[in-house]
């Protein structure tokens, strides 16, 4: 239990260190009379950008603290209880074999790491490299086009998330996010993500977060295989029997099925296997560049590059009437740049990547438009899937091949023209641009929804649609094309001891959001079972 005190407000040029002082004052105490002081969120209020705020919220604790709230008598100051209790349920069933986790993204990695730490041993199977290897196939891939087909952007040790910005944010309100925010920090995050209101790690951090979260389940007896892709599962009598990986044959009552929104192959044998999947929405669009420098001075005016101030973010969302369907700005980074992050021969896809400092010179996100079964064969649950790889490979041609994406200025997106020449903005994209239309790669429903949107986009940040701003072609991978049905214990609804979990499965969106689900799995097979020591 704690005292949760809201609205402690500092202006711009207070520093940090005065907020303990503020909400002692709420609170009618002196600093003698409490046990701890720690900050639960800071967001930043810059809607009067002459008058740019920091509001917090803290926790403290005292004795006799139901007392001290009341005589407070403040509507910001509440009684909290422990965020997250990582007690774990134990069950009484025994397991014959380790549990199998498949992918080391944020489900698997959170799974494997709460069950590692429980005594569960678990083995942990990814088809992609270990993060230092992974870097170097990634950097290879975006210098020369040499595509890994098993480690790459969407595939390795920490998932898509570990080449992007490394965005902490989610909408989900769940305790067991607090709990992840500080395995984080205790595995090389910095603290400041525990309170920030937008938290973030930055690719270059997190993947030696990963490094330290892989090297402390190995300690405490798990198994992590790299290289090793799920080729096929067997079953009998509806339970998950064996797990085949690179050809043999391990056996499992319990298989958690982390794979990532982008393991198309993976998908395919599942549905081959009469496991019940139906397909989901999802969006498609582009990248779209300004110089980081121009959103700083729309956010924030004359504080614009205040040391207390980073690189400045937005968040944009638009409805089309004529359309009926919504268009939006999705994974944004600041000062960072557009990425390569195909992960199939001759098919083409865009992502956003950002480190901690966040000080290069672009500012990007993808703009993105919403399409779902009603756009593809719902009758079918793989035709998402297949609908991306359609538009990827028009993006594919339209670059001319060698994973060169096809780029065009939006004053030239609006005119229905191919462009020609840059302008302020410059493609941080490798391993390279072509000049193109692109309506060769995209539906024209969503190329109209697009330009309705970044009009009105230009309406709240004034330049938006600056007829140099650079569109690059295309963002397809902003969450799973199906959803693998599972039941009330999070199981496959086809068969018994298959767990999907995490962004893949269809069940989270972003690495927060996946590790949780990770959890959530986790914990609910060790209702079940025993710890396998």
């Not at 493609?427 to 995209?442: A, V, W």
């Amino acid at each position: 239990m704690a005292i949760r005190i809201n609205n402690v407000v500092l202006n711009i040029d207070e520093d940090i260190s005065k907020v303990k002082e503020k909400a002692l004052k709420k609170l009618k105490l002196k600093e003698k009379d409490i046990e701890s002081f720690k900050i639960i969120r800071e967001s930043i209020d810059a809607r009067k950008k002459d008058n740019i705020r920091f509001n917090y919220t803290v926790e403290v604790s005292c004795e006799k603290e139901q007392r001290v709230i009341s005589k407070a008598n403040n509507k910001d100051i509440k009684l909290e209880h422990k965020a997250y209790d990582d007690q774990i349920t134990f069950g009484n069933e025994k397991l014959v074999n380790r549990p199998i986790i498949v992918g080391m993204g944020p489900a698997g990695m959170f799974a494997g790491l709460i069950m590692a730490e429980n005594g569960y041993n678990p083995i942990i199977v990814e088809r992609g490299e270990k993060v230092e290897e992974r870097t170097e196939s990634v950097n290879e891939f975006w210098k020369s086009g040499n595509l890994n087909l098993n480690s790459n952007v969407q595939f390795g040790e920490g998932g898509a998330g570990t080449f992007s910005d490394g965005k902490l944010t989610t909408r989900i309100k769940d305790t067991r996010c607090d709990y992840i925010l500080e395995k984080f920090v205790k595995y090389g995050a910095p603290e400041e993500i525990i309170y920030k209101g937008k938290p973030h790690i930055g690719t270059d951090i997190l993947k030696i977060v990963v490094k330290n979260i892989r090297k402390r389940i190995i300690e405490l007896g798990g198994e992590i295989r790299f290289n090793s892709l799920l080729q096929d599962i067997v079953t009998e009598n509806g339970e998950i029997k064996y797990a085949i990986v690179n050809g043999e044959e391990i056996p499992c009552e319990v298989l958690i099925l982390a794979i990532g929104h982008s393991s198309r192959d993976t998908y395919t044998m599942l549905h081959n296997k009469n496991i019940f999947m139906s397909p989901k929405p999802f969006a498609i669009g582009v990248r779209v560049e300004h110089l980081q420098e121009f959103i700083n001075v729309n956010q924030y005016g004359k504080y614009a590059n205040h040391p207390r101030l980073k690189s400045a973010d937005y968040r944009l969302s638009y409805t089309s009437k004529n359309t009926n369907r919504s268009v939006y700005s999705f994974c944004m980074c600041p000062g960072g740049e557009v990425v390569a992050a195909a992960s199939e021969q001759g098919r083409l896809v865009t992502n956003g990547m950002s480190y901690y400092k966040r000080d290069k010179q672009n500012a990007n996100s993808a703009v993105v438009v919403s399409v779902g079964p009603k756009d593809f064969d719902s009758g079918n649950p793989l035709s998402g899937m297949e609908f991306q790889r359609h538009y990827e490979s028009l993006a594919y041609k339209a670059g001319g091949g060698g994973y060169i994406a096809p780029l065009q200025l939006l004053g030239d997106f609006f005119k229905d023209q191919k462009s020609h020449k840059l302008g302020k903005v410059k493609p941080t994209y490798t391993p390279g641009y072509n000049f193109t239309d692109l309506r060769e790669c995209l539906p024209k429903y969503v190329v109209d929804t697009m330009k309705e949107g970044f009009k009105d986009f230009d309406k709240k940040i004034h330049g938006f649609a600056a007829e140099d701003t650079l569109l690059t072609g295309i963002e397809t991978r902003t969450s799973a094309p199906v959803r693998i049905e599972r039941n009330e214990n999070l199981e496959s609804i086809s068969v018994r001891g298959l767990y999907p979990a995490g962004e893949g499965a269809g069940y989270a969106g972003g690495i927060v959001s996946a590790a949780v689900d990770g959890l959530k799995v986790a914990e609910n097979i060790m209702k079940e079972y025993k710890p396998y020591i």
